[in-house]
């Protein structure tokens, strides 16, 4: 009997660390630094002294991100708030914790040398956006509000990755770009692009981007759950810690110079929360941007939408 019990042991160890160490698929949309405490936790060995394997799949824009959700392609994501209507509309996920706050990582880039000097000037334009309910269509609306432009005075063009809106800005098949703070600062550097405005103060109350996990990954691993959102808050944890090394792997993984890693640790470390926790107001703006987008007719009940209770106690 021994030897049955010490095999059994064995069998259940080995079943154990499968478990544990079997490959989380990570979906990002973009590479941009708000979603850079993954690639932080990837190479300062958080994920792997959580016995976690990652694989991390990036897609050309949120809507492929919880396509691939639904299609039992990725296990988590690090999408935009407003991409909660998709949970509304039937896909097979859940918001399990809040990664940054205010939309400091969002910024309007118009041609350096072009006709565009002001926001005021592209009234009646084409802006490029990645894709429908993404968080640039969300800027693109939150934009026309505060220009007090109506619907038919701005056109929004989704064009997937921010490479291609970058080509279209260039050819110009467009007139400015909404992207992320990363490929607006390489394009000053390019002396290709100019910056006409930044959306960390457009909303004081926002998720710009969240974790989201498949609900059957949940159901049925749900300490791996617990264990990826730990290594990921205590990765961010870190970042605020060390700025040079936090510089150097965003420097690595988003292809651009360190003095635009370190201006981007500068302007966007702030918004990171540490404890993943939702906050009220933060989802009530949520709400109210996916009915702007016309992703939703009404604002929905948010408690069904997000939950804590994968994240760490303490």
Same mark, same amino acid.
């Given at each position: 009997?021994?030897?049955?019990?010490?095999?059994?042991?064995?069998?259940?160890?080995?079943?154990?660390?499968?478990?544990?160490?079997?490959?989380?698929?990570?979906?990002?949309?973009?590479?941009?630094?708000?979603?850079?405490?993954?690639?932080?936790?990837?190479?300062?060995?958080?994920?792997?002294?959580?016995?976690?394997?990652? =694989?991390?799949?990036?897609?050309?824009?949120?809507?492929?991100?919880?396509?691939?959700?639904?299609?039992?392609?990725?296990?988590?994501?690090?999408?935009?708030?407003?991409?909660?209507?998709?949970?509304?509309?039937?896909? !097979?996920?859940?918001?399990?914790?809040?990664?940054?706050?205010? $939309?400091?990582?969002?910024?309007?880039?118009?041609?350096?040398?072009?006709?565009?000097?002001?926001?005021?000037?592209?009234?009646?334009?084409?802006?490029?956006?990645?894709?429908?309910?993404?968080?640039?269509?969300?800027?693109?609306?939150?934009?026309?509000?505060?220009?007090?432009?109506?619907?038919?005075?701005?056109?929004?063009?989704?064009?997937?990755?921010? &490479?291609?809106?970058?080509?279209?800005?260039?050819?110009?098949?467009?007139?400015?770009?909404?992207?992320?703070?990363?490929?607006?600062?390489?394009?000053?550097?390019?002396?290709?692009?100019?910056?006409?405005?930044?959306?960390?103060?457009?909303?004081?109350?926002?998720?710009?981007?969240?974790?989201?996990?498949?609900?059957?990954?949940?159901?049925?691993? $749900?300490?791996? &759950?617990?264990?990826? &959102?730990?290594?990921?808050?205590?990765?961010?944890?870190?970042?605020?810690?060390?700025?040079?090394?936090?510089?150097?792997?965003?420097?690595?993984?988003?292809?651009?110079?360190?003095? &635009?890693?370190?201006?981007?640790?500068?302007?966007?470390?702030?918004?990171?929360?540490?404890?993943?926790?939702?906050?009220?107001?933060?989802?009530?703006?949520?709400? =109210?941007?996916?009915?702007?987008?016309?992703?939703?007719?009404? !604002?929905?009940?948010?408690?069904?939408?997000?939950?804590?209770?994968?994240? !760490?106690?303490?």
């Amino acid at each position: 009997m021994p030897h049955i019990r010490l095999f059994l042991a064995i069998l259940i160890g080995l079943t154990t660390s499968a478990l544990a160490d079997r490959p989380l698929r990570v979906g990002i949309a973009q590479p941009e630094f708000s979603l850079i405490p993954l690639d932080v936790g990837i190479a300062t060995g958080r994920f792997a002294a959580a016995h976690l394997v990652i =694989d991390k799949l990036t897609f050309a824009g949120a809507a492929k991100v919880h396509q691939a959700i639904a299609a039992d392609a990725i296990d988590i994501a690090l999408s935009g708030g407003p991409q909660m209507a998709f949970i509304v509309k039937g896909a !097979p996920e859940r918001a399990v914790a809040a990664l940054a706050n205010a $939309p400091a990582d969002l910024a309007l880039v118009a041609l350096a040398d072009g006709p565009i000097r002001a926001v005021s000037d592209l009234k009646g334009r084409r802006i490029s956006i990645s894709t429908g309910g993404s968080l640039t269509e969300w800027a693109g609306h939150v934009l026309a509000r505060q220009q007090g432009w109506g619907p038919g005075d701005l056109t929004l063009v989704p064009l997937g990755s921010f &490479l291609a809106q970058s080509a279209a800005l260039k050819t110009g098949n467009v007139d400015a770009m909404l992207t992320e703070s990363g490929t607006a600062g390489r394009l000053a550097e390019q002396g290709v692009g100019r910056t006409l405005m930044n959306f960390g103060g457009a909303v004081e109350d926002f998720h710009i981007h969240v974790i989201f996990a498949r609900t059957d990954f949940m159901r049925d691993h $749900p300490d791996d &759950l617990r264990r990826f &959102l730990a290594a990921l808050l205590d990765s961010i944890r870190f970042m605020r810690a060390d700025k040079p090394r936090t510089v150097e792997i965003a420097s690595d993984t988003l292809k651009i110079s360190p003095p &635009l890693a370190g201006r981007l640790y500068d302007e966007l470390m702030p918004y990171y929360t540490t404890d993943g926790r939702f906050h009220p107001r933060a989802l009530a703006a949520i709400a =109210d941007a996916m009915v702007d987008m016309g992703s939703l007719k009404q !604002p929905p009940d948010m408690a069904e939408l997000t939950t804590e209770e994968y994240l !760490p106690k303490d």
